[in-house]
């Protein structure tokens, strides 16, 4: 489940935050708590995206500032200085009113029976970026879910600059008696609308219908970035000005109501087939060149050019097979190429570079091809991979597209085309942020949960095996070691130790040959400190015997450098000696997606510079 508003903003820690309550609402509290000089409380802002209002007595008088949320993610009160969250605002005007009537004194602390009020754009936002996933990705159900989960702050930025270019009632550069046109056509219940680009202009205009009449509004852009009606109120986004319009008429002759559906857009595209293939590339075009009305085809957006995201690949939902569907586990031999680069290779044979081929085109993937000498034993040992692989379908994790006996057992994959992210962070230094590491190593966090929930150990989680379809997407991979556990088993016990990754495992592996999913979380922390070292090698020169002392002692790795504190402490929480003491995958991924979340919000987004200015 994704995590709710409240989770996200920053403000829901404060005890005196109030959440989404109105005005008189906020001068009620305060009267209540005292009315105090310098008593304050924070609540939410309903015109803004992520924005606050500061409620402060003074002189028996109450006093509201308007919190702004500015592109880059700092907040500052107007005219005031910048900061980087709504705690670290409030603090520093407890201690310098820097323009406000007086310091910040005596917090107005929210009763324990007072919950946080959860705002109309609170859902809104979640809304926002479910419906911007399944119009922009043509994505439903868990590969949605995964997708937002993940994307988030990249998924704002976008939604505050394009989202209104998916909407039904966005029209696109239509003239006017063009969008008259349009509404006049089929019925004409008021309040039916359509927004439009003026033509010419770089604004949006609204197209309104009223007791059988079209209206014409324009929709001012402020030099900040703001739309609004004339002496309406302002908002972040089109999108969002659109849904305050069905509430409230603002100025206009009517609340919106049923949106004039422009059917000329071609809304659900395909994914970006045309960015496959492209495994280093961090920037895409983004794609939505949209036919309008009549012959001419232009470009809905300015062409900016945006971060590539794992859903713009074709790895990212399934398209291949229900993971029930038991009888395409074979593929035929006609339907694979088999290229002569090689991937990779190991004892069992080798990985090779092909094509598999179906009614829905041709898919680059990666075989496993067995040595054909190879005796039965290591045959066995690939169709259990094979059937572990079948079960999992998660974006986050290579998928099995199917086995293929021929002239030797081959297991088809899906193609990570960057390959194993230990190699590509230690060739590509220079172009990969701690950010974009952050990143990879929340989507890793989220196929591991997967398989938790799933009840599946992995046992050879390293960095050689989270493997990249490009900078931006990882998938685990390597089920070779992977089991499935019993319903009612928490861990898996080998009965002899084998070729182990001894420097991956956790003290009750090597003690007892005990795996569980707390023991993929320790592989997890070495995978991270792998990470945030480029590829470094975990425990330098050090043999796999003197690693069990070493860590039976106490010790553990040193924070890689440049690495973030809460990534090392989550690290160290990873390396928690007692299985019992260690947090699971929920746990890891939850601590993982904040910090992403948090780091994210802070980088300025692409092409937010250039704001139009409004027309008289
Ligand atoms: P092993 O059990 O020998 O470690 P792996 O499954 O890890 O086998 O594959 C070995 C190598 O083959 C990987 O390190 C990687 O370079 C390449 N490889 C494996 N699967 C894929 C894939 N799906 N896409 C691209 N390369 C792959
Ligand atoms: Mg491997």
């Known amino acids: ?234 908002f972040d986004t089109v999108w969002q000005l659109v849904e305050y319009l069905k509430m409230k008429p603002d100025g206009l002759v009517t609340v919106l109501r049923e949106p004039c559906v422009n059917n000329t857009t071609k809304r659900n595209a395909p994914r970006c087939v045309n960015f496959r293939n492209v495994p280093c590339s961090t920037k895409v075009k983004p794609f939505l060149t949209v036919p309008l009305g009549g012959s001419k085809e232009v470009t809905a957006s300015p062409p900016t050019e945006r971060q590539m995201l794992p859903m713009d690949c074709n790895e990212f939902a399934n398209p291949y097979h229900d993971p029930n569907d038991l009888k395409k586990f074979f593929i035929n031999r006609d339907q694979l190429m088999i290229d002569e680069v090689e991937l990779g290779s190991g004892n069992f044979g080798c990985v090779k570079k092909g094509v598999f081929k179906t009614q829905k085109g041709h898919t680059d993937v990666a075989i496993k091809v067995l040595k054909s000498e190879n005796e039965k034993l290591v045959k066995e040992e690939m169709m259990r991979e094979a059937e572990i692989m079948h079960q999992l379908s998660n974006p986050y994790i290579v998928r099995m597209l199917g086995l293929c006996e021929a002239e030797s057992l081959m297991l088809v994959m899906e193609m990570a085309a960057a390959g194993p992210l230990n190699k590509f962070l230690s060739t590509k230094k220079d172009t990969v942020t701690m950010e974009n590491i952050v990143g990879l190593m929340h989507q890793v966090s989220m196929g591991m949960k997967y398989l938790e929930e799933k009840n599946f150990v992995h046992r050879d989680l390293a960095a050689r095996n989270v493997l990249l379809v490009n900078q931006q997407f990882a998938k685990i991979s390597d089920f070779g070691l992977s089991k499935a556990l019993g319903a009612d088993d928490s861990y898996y016990k080998a009965r002899t130790a084998g070729k182990w990754p001894l420097k991956w495992y956790a003290p009750e592996c090597m003690n007892f040959h005990k795996f569980s999913s707390k023991s993929d979380v320790w592989s997890f ?87 139009a200015e409004p027309l008289k």
């Open 525 to 611: 922390g070495i995978t991270m400190w792998e990470a945030f070292s480029y590829g470094g090698k975990p425990y330098k020169k050090m043999k796999g015997p003197e690693v069990i002392s070493f860590i039976a002692n106490g010790n553990r790795m040193e924070c890689p450098p440049g690495c973030p504190d809460r990534m090392y402490a989550l690290m160290k929480d990873c390396w928690t000696y007692k299985h019992e003491d260690r947090p699971g995958f929920v746990k890891v991924e939850e601590r993982m997606r904040a910090f992403h979340y948090s780091i994210s919000n802070k980088t300025l987004p692409e092409g937010t510079a250039d704001i």
């Open 1 to 234: 489940m994704l995590s709710t508003n409240m989770t996200t903003d920053p403000a829901a820690d404060l005890p005196f935050y109030y959440g989404s309550i109105s005005r008189s609402d906020a001068e009620e509290y305060l009267k209540l708590a005292g009315m105090a000089d310098g008593l304050f409380l924070l609540r939410q802002c309903l015109r803004s995206l992520g924005g606050y209002v500061l409620s402060v007595v003074w002189n028996v008088e109450f006093h509201h500032y308007s919190v702004e949320k500015q592109l880059i993610g700092t907040y500052c009160i107007a005219g005031g200085k910048s900061h980087c969250g709504p705690a670290e605002l409030c603090e520093f005007y407890s201690k310098d009113p820097d323009g406000l009537v007086c310091t910040l004194r005596k917090p107005c602390l929210r009763s324990p029976d007072v919950p946080i009020k959860a705002g109309v754009f609170d859902n809104l936002r979640e809304n926002m970026l479910r419906e911007y996933v399944r119009q922009a990705w043509n994505l439903e159900g868990e590969a949605m879910e995964q997708a937002v989960i993940s994307q988030a702050p990249q998924l704002e930025k976008l939604i505050a600059t394009t989202a209104h270019e998916k909407m039904t009632w966005y029209h696109g550069k239509i003239p006017r008696q063009e969008g008259e046109r349009r509404l006049y056509s089929g019925a004409q219940p008021d309040g039916k609308f359509l927004i439009r680009d003026r033509e010419e202009s770089g604004t949006f205009a609204l197209s309104l219908m009223y007791g059988k009449t079209a209206y014409h509004y324009q929709i001012l852009h402020d030099k900040s970035g703001k739309y609004s009606m004339p002496e309406g109120t302002k």
